[in-house]
Structures are given as structure tokens and as C-alpha cells.
């Protein structure tokens, strides 16, 4: 990157089902606790990127959401873009946030991720993530009772186990340790450990996912900080962002070349990393994103994922805050969500789930689908982050 921009706050807030929560709500909150932990005064903050990925779908609020809920916030007025870009609609945002303050144009600025997926109507959340794929060529027959990216990860998953030997074991032990990470991490949905027996023993989703290994509905909201000028007590540099979209049965070269490119502006190595967050909308996903991120060697995820390698005080931590799978996944919050926790771990209050030592720290968030046979997601994210 050109010019240097740093992390100066990162907050989240509690993620899981609140009914009575509102957008508004969940975001006034993190703008007030981002901005406190950033020590920015609110008129410094020269631009705000909101990321949300399917609220016009679940409220019928749409083109002005990010406005609306800062309305009666320190930002209000300030300049404001609304970002909708599936479930790296946050990673977008932030995207926008860092360019802003690396083109010069502002020396703060703000990119919160949020969205609300809790409804008396339980299928709503289903039907509103099923246009995260191509409608004019998959309809679908009646109102969806689980998300239709659940079918796509199961077949990713076959796949994935007819190429490498993987088992469903292997991802039964990766939404262990999301389990144990989740139970570490006070603002996960989920804070109860499972044990891999206990996993494999739930409801069957789609053959070989159960419902343990499976992203939940959520609400949550997350915001990043980023500035020309490092925090007083913690440089987090950004060494790069590269978002990229998905070609037409591309398959896994999405993840790989979106990676490919963050490592290189970092001028970095994927073998330099000590913490990854990846998008583990299923535990077996999470395992493959690994490979394509180039930090295990392909075919390998799985059998490390049996060695709890992926633990906080493992070989290589993955998702310490839980995961989708765990901490949860408001799909338009998970983008920042993932980089709050990277910071929090190179800050080093990330309480008992903190990883030792930790320096350089990538996140990839993914999300809809070009195409779904092979699986392509539309949108990829990879940020590499440093401790300087």
C-alpha cells in the first residue's frame, strides 16, 4: 500500500438472536465503543462506509440505511456510503474506509458492518440469503426451510472429501475448536464447548454438515477504525485489502488469486502468518479456505484440524473468536467482525483465547455464489494485518 493506514479502533458488539434489538440500536452502540477505543473525536472522521447485506430484504428499509441509523449519533452528517455485497459487505466497507484515508481525502475514517436476521417469520432469513445466488437460473420451489448455501457447502464438502480423504470426523473436530474458541470469547452466539461425537450425533443438514458444523441466523454489529495515525498504544498497520469477484465456474481460484494479490502489496509470505480468520460458514469450508489461502498445503487442513493444530495455543490459531460457526454470523457484520478479533489478538486483550506472540494476521471473508456447481463465491476479501 502507498501510504500507511492503521487500525485505531475495533469493537463488536454481542452477537446472537435479539429480537428487540434494532439496526439503529446495534449500531449506535459500536459507533460509541469504536469511538472511545479508538480516542477519535467524531469530528474527525472524515468518511463512513456501512456494510449491510440483506436488511431491504428483511425490513423493506433500503438505499439509506447506513443514514438513518447514525441519524442520532456524533456522525451524523458526515459523509456516508451504504455498501451491499453479500456476506463481505463489511470487508467492502472497510475496503472503501481504508482508500479513503490512503488516497489522502480524510485522516479518519469508519466502516461499520451490521445486519438483523431474527423475524417472528423464521423462513424470512432463508428466503432473503437465497438471493445470494443467481434467481434467474435456480428457482426455487416453495419457502426454504435452511439456507440454500448450506446445500452448496455440503456438496463443496463431497468434493473436498472425494479429492484430499477427508472425513467428516476431521470436520467435526474444526467445529470443536470453533466451540472452544466461541466459549472463550464473551460476545460469541454460541458459548458452550461440543465435543466432535457431540457434533457428528447432531441434526443432519446436508449429508455429511450437521447442524453443529453450520453458521447460525444472527444480529450483531461490528466497526473498524482506520487512520493515517497509529493508536498511542498499539500500531496495527494495514499491510494490504484485496477484493476480487468471482468468475463463472472458477471455483477455488477465487480465494487463491484474491490471496495472492493481499500477500503481495503486504510483501509478505502466506507461511509469515501467525492467525487466520477464515469464512467457516461451514466447518468444512473453513477448512478449504485454508488451502486456498496457501497457510496449510492443500489436502492437509483436515488432518491438522484432527490435531487441534487450529486451537488459540495450536500451530496455526484459526478463528479465535469462534468462527461463523460459533461466534456467529450476522452476515453483513462478519467482515468487520473477523478483523475486530485479528486486533484484538495483536492488542493482546483477547482474555483467555489470546494467542501468543502473535504479528502478522490475515482474515478472508467470502460471500453469494456465481455459480454454485463447481462452487464460486461472487465476492472475496483477504486483509493482511501487522503489529508494527
Known sequence: MSASVYVTGAVCTPFGKFPERSVTAMVESVVDDVLADADCDPEDIGFVAVGNAIGSLMTG?????????????????APVVNVENACASSSSALLLAINAVRSGSCDSALAIGVEKMTSPDRARAFEALAA???????????????SVFMSIYAQEARD??????????????????????????PRAQYRTTATPAEILDSRVIDDPLTLLMCSPIGDGAAAVLVSARPHRDAAIAVRA???????????????RRTAAEAFAAA???????????????????????????????????????LHDDFRFDGRLPVNTGGGLVSRGH???????????????QLRGRAGGRQVRDARLAVAQNAGGAVTTVPYTSAVCSVTVLERD
Not at 473436498?160 to 470469547?185: K, V, W
Open 330 to 344: 450476522p452476515v453483513g457484520a462478519t467482515g468487520a467482525a473477523q478483523i475486530v478479533e485479528l486486533v484484538d
Open 132 to 146: 445470494g445466488i443467481d434467481v434467474t437460473t435456480h428457482a426455487h420451489s416453495g419457502t426454504p426451510r435452511a
Open 61 to 77: 428499509q433500503a438505499m439509506i440505511q447506513g443514514q438513518l441509523a447514525l441519524a442520532d449519533t456524533p456522525l451524523a452528517g
Open 160 to 185: 473436498y472429501m472425494a479429492a484430499t480423504g477427508a472425513t467428516a470426523e476431521a470436520f467435526a473436530h474444526a467445529a470443536a475448536i470453533a466451540r472452544l474458541h466461541g466459549s472463550l470469547n
Open 267 to 305: 510483501e509478505r509470505r502466506p507461511a509469515d502468518v501467525d492467525i487466520v480468520e477464515v469464512h467457516d460458514a461451514a466447518s468444512s469450508s473453513g477448512l478449504v479456505a485454508l488451502e486456498e489461502l496457501g497457510v496449510v498445503e492443500h489436502g492437509r487442513a483436515w488432518r491438522r484440524a
Open 241 to 255: 485489502i484485496a477484493l476480487r469477484s468471482g468468475r463463472r465456474a472458477e471455483g477455488g481460484e477465487l480465494v
